[in-house]
């Protein structure tokens, strides 16, 4: 079985300049969420989608930061425009619906700013 | 303070020896809690859920205590392949939203 997809595995872009991240998850799992981890810390939450629905986007930077799971599969992170502190590692995962359940992570996008 | 805390180490041991990470968390709400394991540029993998009454896995052991509000893991036998960060994650019951910890970095030596 496939893993949880992510496109690209690194991007590169000058500041000002705008970026989109796309995950694919496992088949079957309802539950997508969208990460970013910088160095020597933990992953962080952005968002979360239940289906199509985005259930918790408290820490997302509404500012600049987008994402959308239009048919409750795929999902796209957007940045508009991107700061030199948006330079992380963005992961990607999936799991099915449950409060025990595990997540499983995609390889992630790895951004720089210039 | 950060919700979920650990000590980033590195704990540096040889092969063979027992290690034990601690991770505290601040939200008594927390309900589930798991160890995952991060290799060098690599993502997260789950290495084991962390029941109310502790649970084994091979070399690997989970407690949780729920007082003092903190899990640890215990590393037994140590392998060189063991060289990884491992991350403690705690989840709310209520709005199920995951919070890592930064991390503790072990490194085994031959």
């Known amino acids: ?114 | 303070r950060k919700e979920v805390e650990q000590d980033p180490g590195p704990f540096n041991v040889p092969e063979g020896a027992t290690v034990a990470f601690n991770c505290t968390y601040s939200n008594s709400a927390s309900q589930s809690f798991f160890w995952y394991r991060q290799d060098c540029r690599k993502e997260p993998k789950l290495l084991m859920s962390v029941y109310s009454s502790g649970n084994e896995d091979g070399r690997f052991t989970a407690q949780l205590n729920r007082a003092s509000q903190y899990i640890s893991l215990l590393i037994r036998d140590s392998k060189l392949s063991d060289s990884a960060t491992y991350l403690c994650v705690a989840q709310s019951g209520g709005s199920y939203i995951p919070t890592f910890g930064r991390g503790t970095s072990l490194i085994v030596h031959p």
């Open chain 1, 1 to 114: 079985e496939a893993g949880v997809v992510q496109s690209p595995r690194y991007k590169i872009i000058e500041k000002k300049q705008p970026v989109a991240f796309w995950c694919n998850p496992i088949s079957g799992h309802n539950t997508l969420y969208w990460y970013l981890q910088n160095l020597g810390q933990g992953p962080e939450l952005l968002i979360r989608y239940e289906n199509e629905e985005a259930v918790d986007d408290s820490q997302l930077p509404k500012d600049r930061f987008s994402a959308e799971r239009l048919k409750g599969v795929d999902s796209t992170l957007k940045i508009q425009p991107a700061e030199l502190g948006d330079s992380a590692v963005y992961l990607c995962a999936s799991s099915t619906q449950g409060l025990n359940n595990e997540q499983f992570f995609g390889p992630g996008t790895r951004l720089t700013v210039l």
